[in-house]
């Protein structure tokens, strides 16, 4: 399979026609799907139409987009005009969005190619995609493991070959901890530097759509394609994406990269721990000044986050009463109807996260739960500034471990929300963050290096990722 | 009403919700207007629907600027925040409003009798939209069905709380017509009470004069006039006074007005305060007015009423009611603009407050309605010709010299009057027999007699007078 660099340069130069490359991909799709099962809806028809359009364009020597014919995976949060958005949902069963999440629409005028829509822990809570209503997704590096989560079907599918970039969200390690159990690339970018509209809430403050791809250079192509500003979400930030694909190949040299002390120790698997020590080494080979930092707020982290992202999600997730759209159990009451629809609608973590939230809200708790996880998110930030003080850039596993199996953790919920620790710090702050393929572990499963940056800082943590994914071919 | 008003002191809070009258609602671009079909002003956001996001109206924060500035409020930094609570009339099950940090905060309002009254705060919030139970009890709980329209939804509210500063129904009636008057001035809202673009809750709490502590309060929803609001707050103190007279407690609630009854009726109980599980809304960042745009509104706003009355008592020597009157009625402007025009300072007031009920008079000429009060002063004119010139002129114009010519009017030379009085006594001795003896009935006849041999020309006032003068001292006694 192909780049999608080299597709969109094939495309764009009449070498292949986007159906071709479709078809390529849709191929790949049917071969292997129904074990990995990366899709909740696979948009043949629609993808046929837009790549016929894309050859049409091209054809009447119309100028196509940087991403011209390139098939795309949208993890099933992102809501898509006439196409079934579910978020792996029951209680989204049906629900067709009447607009497109504005990285779709910036995903469709580059010319890419939605090939379907991928499964994900139901809300994007959880870190296997075990949480979803319609089943798991399987690694497709060994299917009797967790792609991670919860954009795991995005992931998969990239790691799959089912289409060379995809989209997901990550609101604590949500893009950034699949990518590194299925051994591809994935971005988290700066809080306010991608746009969250038509992207279905789970912890607003948090959330961030980024992309999945198969290498450095593509994930930045993505990148600039579906950031900057966008004046319907008022927390987008008023400038472009940085400019990352210019400095891929500028090198680590005279750079200051910390490794993180807290996220060296206990609870990283020790195999995890090599390959990152590795990455750190040859960083320092490659000229970059390499040195071990303590950011010490990152520890209550796991903490402050499960009180901030579920007492969003409590509220965020209220609209799915029944009423209006979705699924509704129909009972003698209004109030009944609302209950039995969200007992029947929702799964047990998302009930779970709903009863945290609700309660870190309440009157009389507010002040000692979120009023104070408010507080560590605060001091996290200063730590974090305190770091990039010295470092340009840091450098942390990925996840504590490489993938897991199907059930390991789904009977302890503290052990799976465990998996985010090295990864929810940087949504706390806002930060941007990475995982960049290192190596494999023990069990021979892929390895991920996270690279860290302050916020608007792509370009250094850009240049680190590249630097590291060049060290390794 | 029966209440002892030297014991008791009736403590009255207002709240009163405006809807700001922007082009499109508070977060979003679907319209704000009233009486659409149902589910026609709406959009993505206005539902609720997953993946949409809010994006501040500026409109609706320069109009709340406006009021903030006419209330002399402190405008601030402010954070939006969810107020969390499950009702199918609200899309997203929260409200977004604003919570610790409001727009506007202290600040206070003049009333026509010059009492002070404060004002809390003044906050943006979204509407909700709204419900109709059918069947049962017309309650969502026993429904048969609900149906919603969520074309009010989203609509930008401007909450305006009122310190417990009012003291009567009255007192509380002319807070919210002045409140209303300056909504209007500075073009915030139409106040229209029976669309619900104003809505008022009412706090009401009794204690004798003299305590220190304020009683246990009630709220009373569904006040949609004026009138009705001084029926509540009557009826309301009265019911708590009677139940503290019998030894019973007040509980805090929440009641209904009930317009047909003339009573309120018990909603809730709110003993245990609700919890709404407030936040800062996280799709939304703090809101944070530069001063430049601040003082820019302020520079904008046109004069208030109180302002308005102030100088028009300043200018004509009208009292603080005439004024009141006056400036309610928009017709201050053309009274200063009469003035300038040379008119009669105390006929100005009086025609204004008397005579031009009429939408019609605020189109009145200045210059000719000034020339009226003049030749009104001089006694060109008696009352009655005034009057029916001034009618006139305000329903087709002209000029007052040339309608009462052309009606023939021209004030009576008081010899003339003199002698058309004596004939009539003299003509009449009987009839003015009896009118020396005090007869009410007969005064009436010479009055008739006197405006038939003078066509209409005389005045009637100094026609009583004349036969007055003309009364035998020895009858008076």
């Not at chain 1, 390499?290 to 520890?299: D, I, Q, Y």
């Not at chain 1, 974090?384 to 897991?404: I, V």
């Not at chain 2, 915030?188 to 008022?200: C, F, H, P, T, W």
């Amino acid at each position: 399979m192909s780049s999608a660099i080299d597709i969109a340069a094939s495309v764009q130069s009449g070498e292949r026609s986007a159906l071709e490359v479709l078809e390529e991909h849709l191929g790949a799709i049917a071969e292997r799907e129904s074990e990995v099962h990366a899709f909740n809806l696979v948009t043949t028809d629609h993808a046929i139409a837009a790549a016929t359009a894309v050859d049409e364009l091209l054809a009447k020597g119309g100028p196509l987009g940087p991403l011209a014919g390139v098939p795309v995976a949208i993890k099933d949060n992102l809501c898509t005009r006439g196409v079934a958005t579910t978020c792996s949902s029951k209680i989204l069963e049906g629900w067709v969005p009447p607009y497109d999440a504005t990285v779709v629409t910036r995903l469709a005028a580059a010319g890419a190619i939605m090939v379907g829509k991928t499964n994900m822990d139901e809300f994007a809570m959880g870190s296997s995609t075990e949480n979803s209503a319609f089943g798991p997704t399987r690694n497709p590096h060994d299917l009797s493991r967790v792609p991670g989560g919860s954009s795991g079907g995005s992931a998969a599918a990239v790691a799959a070959g089912f289409a060379p970039i995809s989209l997901g969200s990550d609101t604590g390690g949500s893009i950034r901890q699949p990518a590194a159990l299925c051994g591809v690339v994935g971005v988290k970018p700066t809080y306010g530097t991608v746009s969250r509209l038509g992207l279905i809430a789970f912890g607003s403050s948090l959330d961030q759509v980024g992309p999945f791809a198969n290498s450095v250079a593509e994930a930045a192509l993505v990148c600039e394609v579906i950031g900057g500003h966008d004046p319907g979400d008022s927390t987008s930030l008023p400038q472009a994406f940085p400019a990352v694909s210019e400095h891929l190949s500028d090198g680590v040299a005279g750079m200051r990269i910390g490794l993180i002390t807290e996220m060296m120790g206990e609870g990283i698997a020790p195999d995890v721990a090599k390959r990152i020590r590795a990455a750190a080494e040859w960083l320092a080979a490659a000229g970059a000044e390499v040195e071990e930092v303590s950011v010490p707020a990152v520890t209550f982290g796991l903490s402050a986050y499960y009180l901030v992202a579920p007492a969003e999600a409590s509220s965020n997730l209220s609209r799915y009463d029944g009423v209006r759209y979705g699924l509704r159990v129909d009972a003698p009451t209004t109030g009944e109807m609302m209950e039995l629809t969200r007992t029947a609608g929702f799964g047990d973590e998302v009930k779970r996260r709903i009863m945290l939230g609700t309660y870190a809200l309440s009157a009389g708790y507010y002040d000692a739960f979120y009023g104070t996880a408010l507080k560590v998110r605060t001091l996290i930030r200063r730590d974090f500034d305190a770091a990039y003080e010295r470092f340009d850039a840091l450098l942390s596993p990925t996840s504590p471990t490489t993938a897991f199996s199907f059930g390991d953790k789904t009977a302890d919920p503290m052990s799976m929300y465990l998996n985010d620790v090295c990864t929810i710090a940087t949504n706390l702050a806002g930060h941007p963050a990475m995982s960049v393929p290192y190596g494999l572990g023990a069990d021979g499963m892929p390895v991920g290096a996270q690279v860290l940056a302050p916020a608007l800082g792509e370009v250094a943590m850009f240049r680190v990722a590249a630097a590291l994914e060049g060290s390794l071919s | 009403m029966s209440i002892d008003l030297s014991v008791w002191e009736i403590v009255i809070g207002l709240e009163v919700h405006t809807e700001l009258a922007t082009r499109t609602k508070l977060f979003c671009s679907a319209p704000n207007e009233f009486g659409g079909e149902p589910n026609t002003n709406i959009d993505p956001l206005t539902l609720g629907l997953p993946g949409s996001l809010p994006v501040l109206n500026e409109q609706a924060v320069e109009l709340a600027i406006r009021v903030g500035l006419a209330l002399n409020c402190k405008i601030d930094r402010s954070v939006f925040s969810r107020k969390n609570y499950f009702y199918p009339d609200q899309p997203t099950n929260y409200q977004i409003s604003q919570f610790d940090l409001p727009i506007n905060g202290e600040g206070w309002l003049e009333l026509p009798s010059g009492k002070v009254i404060g004002i809390e705060r003044a906050h943006l919030e979204e509407d909700t939209g709204k419900s109709t139970h059918v069947g049962g009890g017309g309650r969502i709980h026993d429904a048969t069905y609900s149906l919603v329209d969520y074309n009010r939804a989203g609509v930008p509210l401007l909450e305006i709380v009122g310190r417990p500063d009012l003291r009567s129904g009255d007192e509380a009636r002319a807070y919210v017509s002045e409140l209303r008057a300056i909504l209007v001035a500075v073009g915030a809202s139409d106040g229209k009470m029976e669309e619900g673009s104003l809505r008022v809750d009412c706090n009401v709490s009794v204690r004798k004069h003299g305590d220190a502590e304020l009683g246990t309060r009630c709220e009373i929803k569904n006040i949609n006039s004026l009138r009705s609001l001084g029926r509540a707050v009557d009826y309301e103190a009265e019911r708590q006074i009677d139940m503290i007279l019998a030894g019973e407690r007040i509980e805090q609630q929440t009641r209904h007005w009930n317009e047909d009854e003339g009573r309120t009726l018990k909603l809730r109980s709110k003993e245990q305060a609700d919890d709404y599980r407030y936040f800062p809304e996280p799709d939304l960042v703090g809101l944070a007015p530069s001063q430049e745009w601040i003082d820019r509104v302020r520079e904008a706003l046109p004069l208030l009423p109180a302002a308005r009355r102030h100088r028009l008592c300043e200018r004509s020597g009208a009292d603080t009611a005439q004024a009141a009157l006056i400036v309610e009625r928009g017709l201050d402007d053309l009274c200063l603009a009469a003035l300038d025009c040379g008119a009669d300072p105390s006929r100005t007031i009086t025609h204004a407050e008397h005579n031009l009920s009429d939408p019609k008079a605020l189109e009145l000429d200045p210059e000719m309605f000034a020339k009226l009060t003049k030749m009104d002063a001089d006694g060109d004119l008696s009352s009655t010709q005034t009057k029916t010139v001034l009618a006139e002129l305000v329903q087709l114009g002209g000029d007052p010299g040339e309608i009462a010519e052309a009606h023939g009017f021209k004030a009576m030379d008081s010899g003339e009057l003199d002698a058309v009085v004596d004939q009539l006594i003299a003509e009449n001795p009987e009839q003015w027999q009896r009118f020396c003896e005090g007869d009410p009935k007969i005064s009436g006849f010479f009055v008739g007699k006197v405006m038939k041999a003078t066509q209409g020309q005389a005045d009637g006032k100094v026609v009583a007078s004349l036969l007055a003068d003309r009364v035998p001292n020895a009858a008076k006694e």
